[in-house]
């Protein structure tokens, strides 16, 4: 949430400012116990990953097996029962004693999901906050019951924009996916279709990578509204040495030069340019985003261009010393590709297609990984959109004014849909026509959706 709308909300509130070299210390303590399980676990982000532990479970197996060891994760397991690496007990302890390494390590508690796939693991994982844990057996019935009933919202990579346009299309809940699949098939890409029917099997990624090679490297810093330039400038100044000592110290160099500028009506923009040759240099990095910048405030005239965010970033990036130079991520080989056996999609769809139940036994013709990959990751919370309208005082939402009967959730709901771009520009913009931007994939905006959408059905 905005901090300016956090002060509207409650004006009496303190910010805190955050602590980032503190949460890297401890993000680092965190992987150092990840690393145990996975050496080449992939991060995303200070406070998740995902971690494929199945080498670590055959592995641990074997030592107990040959009675190298006494370990007390197999206390009360049968010791032929475990020879099988995902039997649900003993994942589930060798899961439950990495979360007890984490909190013992850094007083912080931690969730994890167990399942076969990427996408699986993400959603179990938040079944159980703050401090659990959730095993999704690796068998296709267990799969589609448990993800049919789901909200589209759970799947990460589904936010507000792409949850209003299947929301307007009568797609709530992911088996809904699989029932509106021609409407889908009409109006999305087929990339986007392609995904939604995976999703509804519940097929997602089993390719884990340790890192990748970086393409950009930026910085950028959010304040209260600027609309004079030479505040502007001065905020570019520190954003351009930030940016040339942070690529100087990493031995990167680069052709291609933007800023991402947000207004006060939380309008985005972002400009580029691009220099014959690769620099780090800060002359250079301010020369041109300065250059970005003015033209920028010209095309506005006579209007005035008013930022609450202003940030500077190199791409095209390539080494400008060291080789041995890498980026924040520490030095790890990458992820084999892990074989999958699911069939393409066409041949599950295509495969007794007589049968309308997904549900029934015969109708997909796939494995999950054949039981092959365990996942567990952390993250945040999703809100679920199928809760009961509640009863309670009534309350003017401080971003539209609207008067709200409710408890708190229900306020902190309709807070949430009015924290939407659209509502926020109409209520800091009155006089300026709402505008809903595309997605910078080329997705269409949801009113265009929305008029496409009548056309068409």
């Known amino acids: 949430m905005p901090?300016?709308?956090?002060?509207?909300?409650?004006?009496?509130?303190?910010?805190?400012?955050?602590?980032?070299?503190?949460?890297?210390?401890?993000?680092?303590?965190?992987?150092?116990?990840?690393?145990?399980?996975?050496?080449v676990f992939s991060p995303m982000g200070l406070d998740e990953a995902y971690i494929n532990i199945t080498q670590h479970l055959k592995t641990r197996i074997q030592q107990y097996i040959d009675g190298n060891t006494a370990d007390p994760v197999f206390e009360n397991?049968?010791?032929?029962?475990?020879?099988?690496?995902?039997?649900?007990?003993?994942?589930?302890?060798?899961?439950?004693?990495?979360?007890?390494?984490?909190?013992?390590?850094t007083q912080l508690t931690a969730s994890a999901g167990i399942a076969v796939n990427?996408?699986?693991?993400?959603?179990?994982?938040?079944?159980?906050?703050?401090?659990?844990?959730f095993f999704l057996p690796p068998v296709r019935e267990k799969v589609i019951d448990f993800i049919r009933n789901l909200s589209v919202r759970k799947v990460c990579g589904i936010g507000k924009v792409t949850e209003e346009m299947l929301k307007y299309l009568g797609i709530v809940k992911i088996q809904e996916l699989y029932e509106k699949r021609a409407q889908l098939k009409i109006l999305m890409t087929d990339c986007s279709?392609?995904?939604?029917?995976?999703?509804?099997?519940?097929?997602?990624?089993t390719e884990l990578e340790a890192k990748s090679d970086r393409k950009s490297r930026s910085t950028e810093r959010t304040f209260p509204e600027?609309?004079?330039?030479?505040?502007?400038?001065?905020?570019?100044?520190?954003?351009?040495?930030?940016?040339?000592?942070?690529?100087?110290?990493?031995?990167?160099?680069?052709?291609?030069?933007?800023?991402?500028?947000?207004?006060?009506?939380?309008?985005?923009?972002?400009?580029?340019?691009?220099?014959?040759?690769?620099?780090n240099d800060y002359k250079d990095i301010l020369s041109c985003s300065r250059a970005l910048l003015d033209k920028e405030i010209a095309l506005l005239k006579p209007d005035t261009?008013?930022?609450r965010l202003m940030g500077v970033r190199v791409s095209g990036l390539g080494q400008g010393g060291d080789e041995n130079q890498t980026d924040v991520s520490e030095n790890r080989p990458k992820r084999r590709k892990l074989q999958s056996n699911a069939p393409s999609l066409?041949?599950?769809f295509s495969h007794n297609s007589n049968s309308c139940d997904p549900s029934s036994s015969n109708h997909f013709d796939f494995n999950f990984q054949?039981?092959?990959?365990?996942?567990?990751?952390?993250?945040?919370?999703?809100?679920?959109?199928?809760?009961?309208?509640?009863?309670?005082?009534?309350?003017?939402?401080?971003?539209?004014?609207?008067?709200?009967?409710?408890?708190?959730?229900?306020?902190?709901?309709?807070?949430?849909?009015?924290?939407?771009?659209?509502?926020?520009?109409?209520?800091?913009?009155?006089?300026?026509?709402?505008?809903?931007?595309?997605?910078?994939?080329?997705?269409?905006?949801?009113?265009?959706?929305?008029?496409?959408?009548?056309?068409?059905?």
């Not at 029917?197 to 997602?204: D, E």
């Not at 690529?247 to 220099?275: D, S, Y």
């Open 305 to 307: 261009l008013k930022l």
């Open 3 to 39: 901090g300016f709308i956090g002060k509207k909300l409650c004006p009496g509130l303190k910010i805190v400012s955050g602590s980032y070299e503190k949460y890297k210390s401890v993000s680092k303590q965190v992987r150092e116990v990840f690393k145990e399980y996975d050496p």
């Open 346 to 348: 066409i041949d599950m």
């Open 77 to 105: 397991l049968d010791v032929h029962s475990v020879e099988q690496y995902w039997d649900r007990e003993l994942v589930e302890n060798v899961v439950r004693e990495m979360r007890r390494k984490v909190q013992d390590t």
């Open 370 to 457: 054949s039981k092959e990959e365990i996942g567990t990751l952390t993250f945040r919370n999703s809100l679920s959109q199928d809760r009961p309208e509640s009863t309670g005082p009534t309350s003017s939402c401080p971003i539209c004014s609207q008067m709200i009967k409710g408890d708190n959730d229900t306020i902190n709901r309709h807070i949430d849909s009015c924290l939407n771009k659209r509502y926020i520009r109409d209520e800091l913009s009155p006089c300026k026509p709402a505008v809903v931007p595309a997605d910078k994939q080329g997705q269409l905006s949801i009113q265009s959706f929305c008029t496409k959408a009548k056309k068409l059905l």
């Open 226 to 279: 600027v609309s004079k330039p030479e505040k502007m400038y001065e905020i570019l100044e520190k954003l351009s040495s930030e940016l040339s000592e942070d690529l100087q110290k990493k031995k990167f160099a680069g052709c291609t030069i933007g800023i991402k500028l947000k207004t006060v009506e939380f309008e985005i923009k972002t400009r580029v340019m691009t220099v014959g040759t690769p620099t």
């Open 193 to 205: 279709f392609q995904h939604f029917l995976r999703i509804f099997l519940g097929l997602g990624s």
């Open 118 to 133: 990427t996408m699986l693991a993400k959603i179990c994982s938040d079944m159980n906050k703050p401090n659990g844990q």
